[in-house]
């Protein structure tokens, strides 16, 4: 088959409506550099791992890795915050009969998060899977703004991390 023919034919695919098995459901754009990060492959595990992903039940969350800088000015911007902060969690709302596979966006500062870690003594992997679970339960409606809601997300993060090999955040 020429290879014009083989191009036009792989661009005119449609992405598959449900989860196919090895099809990703974390899409990873890093703006902060290599040094440290995580694969792409490890946020599409984790971000599975906290949405307890099921073949015919897609969902998309596209992270997002920004330096300290541009971290802070969408802390500042849409938190009323001025820090870098280790993540941010935007649920995207879809227009009335859109359908998305998209559950929405996570900002993810890694140096704040290697940081945190070196400062909490964990492996900055672990903090990097917490905070991406984190950051899925949020954009699921999780929050932890009064005391019973905080619990309540922070069984359900050492219950997935602990799926994930990964021990308490929270000890």
Not at 1 to 14: D, G, S, T, W
Not at 65 to 77: G, H, Y
Not at 132 to 146: A, I, P, R
């Given at each position: ?14 992405a ?31 971000v ?45 709302e ?78």
């Open positions: 088959m020429p290879r014009r023919r083989r191009l036009r034919r792989a661009a005119n695919r449609r598959p409506d449900v989860d196919t098995p090895g099809s990703p459901l974390a899409f990873v754009q890093n703006r902060a550099g290599r040094r440290g990060v995580p694969t792409a492959r490890s946020f599409d595990a984790w599975r791992a906290a949405l307890g992903a099921k073949p015919g039940k897609r969902r998309q969350v596209n992270v997002v890795l920004f330096r300290p800088r541009e971290a802070r000015a969408l802390n500042r911007r849409y938190r009323a915050r001025d820090y870098a902060t280790n993540v941010l969690s935007f649920p995207y879809p227009l009335p009969r859109e359908k998305s596979a998209l559950l929405g966006d996570l900002v993810i500062c890694p140096s704040v998060v290697a940081r945190e870690a070196r400062e909490q003594g964990k492996p900055v992997r672990d903090h990097f899977a917490h905070l991406t679970v984190h950051g899925v339960l949020h954009l699921l409606g999780f929050d932890h703004e009064n005391p019973d809601d905080a619990a309540r997300m922070e069984r359900r993060e050492v219950r997935i991390l602990a799926g994930l090999g990964i021990g308490n955040p929270y000890d």
